[in-house]
């Protein structure tokens, strides 16, 4: 079995995060692996240890995939410290500021030319991104590339004949299990499970493990064309959206801090002036 998992470099939520020219800055020392990605990649492990035979575990690999600046591969070290086996970073300049139906188009070309190896059986990633919070790549993916999709999972299974997948999808009010043949497009929450602790020696393998730096001309001759995408929705020229403006965050109001001698009495009243004067009771 091989299964791409699909991995985004994202501004590290607690630093401070900026635009210029329309588009997010992106600095080596500011980016992490989207968090949701490391419960992608460990649904694909899960995955690879519920095949019956050994020989097939053995032979099987996760591959991470990830289009991002320099940088990111620092995101694909933490997939190897978990335990995928090889990691490729996309990267050109024609890709800078690329849409989702770009992202799409480039990584499903990315995915044909990993098949030409041996037939990929699975994608799997995340359910969102916690920059963008688009949560489309996976859906747009699927039909790029005419697979099922399995989209927003809290559990995924592998059938007993390895030959598909079920998935568990949680909303408000049901709970619903899918199932697709391989191969097949994969989105988990958070939910799906609790990612494994990199362990010493994956650690320091790590380490040396090459990253593949693939550019667009590595992947053009397997664009092809659809109607999510094509190659020449690639970059800022090819982006069906823009960002027009950006401004400063203003700054947050005062505080008003209200002390009491300990019995809530001047604190309740202060609740009670503050929710009226606001036309909230």
């Not at 050994?54 to 410290?81: C, H, N, Y």
């Not at 995928?84 to 139906?101: H, K």
């Not at 400063?248 to 609740?271: F, H, L, M, T, W």
Request: net charge negative; aromatic share 4%; hydrophobic share 50%.
């Amino acid at each position: 079995m091989r299964i791409v998992v699909l991995l985004k470099y994202v501004p590290d939520l607690t630093s401070e995060r900026r635009f210029a020219d329309g588009r997010a800055v992106r600095e080596a020392a500011e980016g992490v692996l989207n968090e949701i990605d490391e419960n992608a990649v460990e649904a694909a492990l899960q995955l690879i240890e519920a095949l019956p035979d050994e020989a097939d575990r053995q032979a099987s690999e996760v591959i991470a995939v990830t289009m991002a600046p320099e940088g990111g591969d620092l995101a694909v070290k933490k997939a190897f410290q978990l335990g995928a086996g090889r990691g490729i970073r996309l990267a050109d300049e024609a890709l800078v500021g690329s849409d989702y139906f770009g992202t799409t188009a480039a990584l499903a070309a990315t995915i044909r030319r990993l098949g030409e190896d041996a037939p990929i059986d699975a994608v799997i990633a995340g359910m969102t991104a916690l920059d963008g919070l688009g949560s489309v790549v996976p859906a747009l993916l699927a039909e790029e590339l005419g697979w099922p999709q399995l989209t927003h999972a809290t559990a995924v299974e592998l059938s007993a004949d390895a030959l598909a997948l079920t998935i568990t999808r949680e909303t408000d009010d049901v709970v619903a299990r899918l199932s697709a043949p391989l191969p097949a497009v994969v989105s988990v929450s958070d939910a799906a499970n609790t990612p494994r602790l990199a362990n010493f020696k994956l650690i320091m393998a790590a380490r040396k493990q090459p990253v593949e730096q693939w550019t667009v001309a590595d992947i053009e001759p397997f664009f092809e064309e659809s109607a999510v995408a094509g190659a020449d929705c690639l970059g800022v020229a090819g982006a069906r959206a823009s960002i027009v403006e950006t401004a400063q965050r203003p700054p947050r109001p005062d505080v008003n801090v209200v002390k009491d001698a300990g019995d809530g009495q001047v604190a309740a009243a202060a609740i009670v002036d503050y929710l009226k004067g606001h036309d909230l009771v």
